[in-house]
């Protein structure tokens, strides 16, 4: 890395899931060979086995690669808007990775803090935050996961998870060529070989690349920013040469290396004059030379062995590296007055071995055990230029590595003590140690100066799960659940002025939740609905805080008390062969119980909206295929997706304030012989200009970041097998 420089559509539905369902190479297998089967039976390995997706008692939203590629998502904040009840934060670089589930988010800050949400890919922790936004070209489907999910995802899945889970190679020969060109001069390529090498050993290759202009001008520099600039490639081997048993081994590699901005100034304040030189949505004056850069690589090795008794024994081992590095412009002018350089390395091993017992008439259930060594390090530091007021040219400098060992062991089991009634619980320990080394070292006098402080700290957590359902009718299941989740507890590893509240405490939630799932009419109408209410204690907040000298500190503190509440409705419905339509919304209430001196000694934020939680989001998609013959088929997608207000901020000022904003998008194509798929595309078609993120800078600039605008485009997919 540079260091500078369907026939039935898809539909949302909810069930239960464990992250590393797919490492199962017979559930991998098993969901191949259903994803074809009409709506009335849709089989999913929810509790690690085999199950209809109505009878498993879990909020959850699943989405296969049709649906995808419907809604032209290419990596995973592209389906923000399909997805009920979840923010992606900000959009202006995939290296943030904030995820917002129920109205509660956050992302990595720096080394010392953890994200709320986890992504795994193929049962393997992704890591940090920065490498959420996966490519999502080769996906089978994605499961996003709702409420506190520790049992079986473990720490730092306090609001949930995301699963990705990816195609496997098959004993089928097939060739797969898929282009897409489009406005901004968009140029996307991707190749995907699928080879049998002998009767036991399959293996697959994907290669991609993918070029845009960008839809924002810097009119200091004369350039264009936001463009795309991405190449990622897969290999992956499946061996089953053995009775009984498969190995499954994958590679993967992605760079993102574009120049882009975090955000663009909404005012002028004093000297800092970049919103009057650029006042348009999607126009800055910065005088850096802005640019972002990211690299993921990592190995996946999964084994999976059936007993004679149907046992399944499982083994997933990852190994990942992560790297990114991003230059900032800090005032938002063509004034050289700040610039700021976040950079990050990442390197992680884990380690799960998982026992599935068989599903008898009234028990099944699953152990397991899970490991974790991940190291961070950084060397992120921030320049005061020459026309900064008395301290032009100076600097700040904060190089730290810090270390995660966790240690797992869980299980998690099904009860059926009746016809109708069932219960299922589970629990986790987690034994957690982190440490860290941090300095500062800074010239610009606004900063400490600290070098080689080092800290540890050992956490050990349970994480249980208990739930009660009543299955009222073949159809309708009537489930209700309360479990834990936990995010650790670290440091403010950032460019600090006070060591006061370096060292924050774990955070925890308790989530209640009752639920319903039906099918009606004949499974023509599938009904599920959520009420949930999570409470959060010593809940974790990151912000920057003016001092009564007019200066700022950043603060990373345990804010005190959170609710997040609300009801989740999932609807699918099928009119007749050729049309469906999927519907889902959200009414969620998220708010601080209690932040005292939230903003500053005095100023508290008890009953203030949390950052990036709209009460209101709903999504509705129409989806239409007619067969003209049996080698000529035409289809058709709309979609609408809404999002009510919002603050970016916990101070809740109406210089944070998002308002309501929605987008619709299309897609109409023709396939022929099942070999060619060719496609017109439009995102954004009415050219909306939402702002999406809204706050002010380490400076005092108010600052933003606008969703991008209308793109069209042509898909041509060819198909051999």
């Known amino acids: 890395m540079r260091k500078i420089k369907p026939r039935i559509p898809i539909r949302s539905m909810y069930y239960y899931s464990c992250l590393s369902l797919t490492m199962s190479s017979s559930a991998a297998i098993l969901a191949q060979e259903t994803s074809s089967l009409s709506i009335d039976e849709v089989i999913v390995t929810a509790q690690m086995r085999q199950e209809n997706i109505q ?56 080394i010392g803090s953890d994200a709320r949400a986890v992504v795994y890919v193929d049962g393997v922790l992704t890591g940090r935050s920065s490498t959420f936004d996966q490519s999502l070209l080769d996906v089978e489907r994605i499961e996003v996961l709702r409420g506190p999910q520790g049992t079986l ?23 797969e060529l898929l282009a897409d060109v489009g406005n901004f001069d968009l140029r996307s390529t991707t190749g995907k070989l699928n080879l049998p090498i002998t009767t036991d050993l399959y293996a697959s290759l994907l290669v991609g690349k993918t070029e845009q202009n960008g839809f924002v001008h810097n009119v200091t520099l004369d350039r264009d920013l936001q463009g795309l600039d991405r190449e990622n490639a897969k290999l992956k081997f499946r061996y089953v040469g053995i009775e009984n048993f498969t190995l499954d081994v994958g590679f993967d590699y992605l760079n993102d290396d574009t120049q882009s901005s975090n955000a663009q100034a909404l005012a002028d304040i004093g000297n800092f004059k970049g919103f009057s030189l650029a006042p348009g949505p999607r126009d800055v004056a910065h005088n850096a030379d802005e640019f ?32 990114f590095s991003e230059l900032s412009e800090e005032d938002y002018s063509p004034l050289d007055v700040a610039t700021s350089l976040f950079d990050e390395k990442n390197t992680q091993v884990s380690q799960e071995l998982r026992l599935v017992s068989p599903q008898n008439e009234t028990t099944d259930y699953v152990v397991g055990v899970y490991f974790l060594d991940q190291d961070v390090s950084t060397e992120r530091h921030a320049n005061l230029g020459a026309h900064f007021p008395s301290r032009s040219n100076t600097s700040i400098t904060t190089p730290a590595s810090a270390n995660t060992r966790s240690y797992s062991v869980y299980s998690n089991g099904n009860w059926r003590f009746t016809d109708k009634w069932e219960a299922t619980g589970g629990i986790r320990y987690i034994h957690e140690t982190k440490n860290m080394d941090y300095s500062s070292l800074d010239t610009t006098g606004l900063f400490i100066n600290t070098k080689n402080l080092r800290d540890n700290k050992t956490y050990n957590e349970f994480l249980p799960k208990i739930g009660l359902n009543f299955h009222y009718s073949p159809n309708i299941l009537m489930y209700g659940a309360i479990s834990r989740g936990y995010r650790s507890g670290g440091w403010n590893a950032d460019f600090l002025s006070t ?45 920057f805080v003016r001092t009564n000298a007019g200066g700022t500190i950043i603060s990373y503190t345990n804010a005190g008390e959170v609710t997040s509440q609300g009801l989740e409705l999932d609807a699918n419905i099928k009119f007749y062969s050729d049309l469906s339509m999927s519907f889902n919304a959200a009414f969620t209430k998220a708010k601080f119980d209690e932040f005292k001196n939230g903003g500053g000694v005095g100023i508290d934020y008890d009953n203030n909206d949390l950052p990036f939680a709209p009460e209101h989001s709903y999504y509705v998609a129409l989806d239409y295929q007619h067969d003209f013959t049996e080698n000529l088929s035409f289809y058709g997608h709309i979609d609408y997706g809404y999002s009510g207000s919002y603050f970016s901020n916990p101070d809740n000022k109406p210089v944070n304030a998002i308002t309501h904003h929605n987008i619709a998008n299309s897609r ?29 800078s380490f400076l005092g600039v108010p600052r933003g970041y606008y969703d991008p605008p209308r793109s069209y485009g042509l898909t041509v997919k060819y198909h051999y097998n």
């Open 499 to 543: 060591l006061e509240n370096f060292q924050f405490n774990p955070e925890y939630a308790i989530n209640y939740e009752l639920g319903i799932k039906s099918t009606f009419f004949d499974d023509y109408l599938t009904l599920n609905t959520a009420a949930f209410s999570t409470k959060f204690h010593d809940f974790q907040v990151f912000q």
């Open 55 to 110: 009878s498993v008692p879990i909020a959850i939203g699943v989405y296969n690669s049709e649906f995808l590629s419907n809604i032209g998502a290419s990596s995973l904040t592209d389906t923000e808007y399909a997805i009920p009840n979840i923010n992606f934060g900000t959009g202006g670089r995939n290296t943030r990775g904030e995820i917002s589930i129920r109205g509660v988010g956050a992302y990595s800050r720096n």
């Open 668 to 696: 109409v194509g023709i396939k022929v012989d099942n070999d060619w798929d060719i496609s017109l595309w439009v995102k954004n078609i009415t050219n909306e200009t939402n702002l999406r993120q809204r706050s002010v």
């Open 153 to 175: 995802s473990g720490a730092n899945a306090i609001v949930g998870a995301i699963n990705i889970i990816t195609q496997a190679p098959t004993n089928k020969p097939s060739f």
């Open 292 to 323: 972002s850069q990211r690299e993921l690589n990592g190995t996946t090795v999964t084994g999976h062995y059936l007993t004679t008794q149907r046992y399944e024994l499982i083994s997933i081992t990852g190994l990942r590296k992560a790297e």
